[in-house]
Nanobody, 124 residues
């Protein structure tokens, strides 16, 4: 069992930045690919970013590419999402996810573990 705890959400003005963190409980954190998903009010949960076990590969949704950056620290058992140039449409609850493969970490139905989410609100 892997417990994931997100932090770093909050209220920010459009054009601003936030960095989300996700701390994992499990000792073998490096054995999981990690992802970030988001769910806006009234919408389905969607993929935002994923990172491979070693951190050598990353993937992004088109909507966040060139603005968001995912990274991980396998010593601290933590994955990060740096969000720059935020837009009001980025407003959502952001969820951390762990999966057994890189492709699975980008696929909602294949995620093994979910965090409880952190709210990000971008004002115009």
């Amino acid at each position: 069992q892997v417990q994931l705890v997100e932090s770093g959400g909050g209220l920010v003005q459009a054009g601003g930045s936030l960095r989300l963190s996700c701390a994992a409980s499990r000792r073998y954190f490096s054995g999981y690919a990690m992802g970030w998903f988001r769910q806006a009010p009234g919408k389905e949960r969607e993929f935002a970013a994923a990172i491979s076990r070693s951190g050598s590969s990353t993937a992004y949704a088109d909507s966040v590419k060139d603005r968001f950056a995912i990274s991980r620290d396998n010593v601290k058992n933590t994955v990060y999402l740096q969000m720059n140039s935020l837009k009001p449409e980025d407003t959502a609850v952001y969820y951390c996810a762990a999966a057994n493969s890189f492709s699975s970490a980008a696929t909602i139905s294949l995620v093994d573990y979910w965090g409880k989410g952190t709210q990000v609100t971008v004002s115009s």
